[in-house]
């Protein structure tokens, strides 16, 4: 009869602690680093134009860009995308320059 209990003991013991031992095993050892709210490569023009601070962002860089009259056509893309239409406007360094700005804005 010990040798029963023994066992359940052991198997009850099993239970609790594996589940427990697995969940600390599954978990992040650090927090992510947290990453920018928007970007130049992932966020759309759309979603840029409609944060007044990000809006900011891109005019004071390309000045004009925002209230260029066929920016609603381009809502859906992103800045790196139509990088290839305005080459002159949107060059490596103002995008880079927009990506450094927007990452400053709250999360």
């Known amino acids: 009869m010990r040798h029963i209990l023994a066992g359940s003991a052991a198997a009850l013991l099993a239970l609790t602690v594996a589940p427990a031992l697995a969940s600390a095993a599954d978990a992040p050892t650090a927090a992510p680093a947290s990453a920018a ?3 130049t490569a ?3 023009i759309g979603d840029l134009l409609d ?3 990000a809006k900011a962002i891109v005019e004071k860089a390309v000045p004009g860009f925002t209230s260029e009259g066929q920016i609603e056509m381009a809502r859906g893309m992103t800045l790196r995308a139509i990088q ?3 080459p002159d406007d949107l060059t ?3 995008l880079n320059q927009i990506d450094a ?3 400053k804005l709250p999360q």
Do not use: G, I, N, S
């Open 51 to 53: 944060d007044p601070a």
């Open 37 to 39: 709210k928007y970007t």
């Open 42 to 44: 992932d966020t759309t």
């Open 101 to 103: 700005e927007l990452a």
């Open 92 to 94: 490596d360094e103002r």
């Open 84 to 86: 290839a239409f305005a």
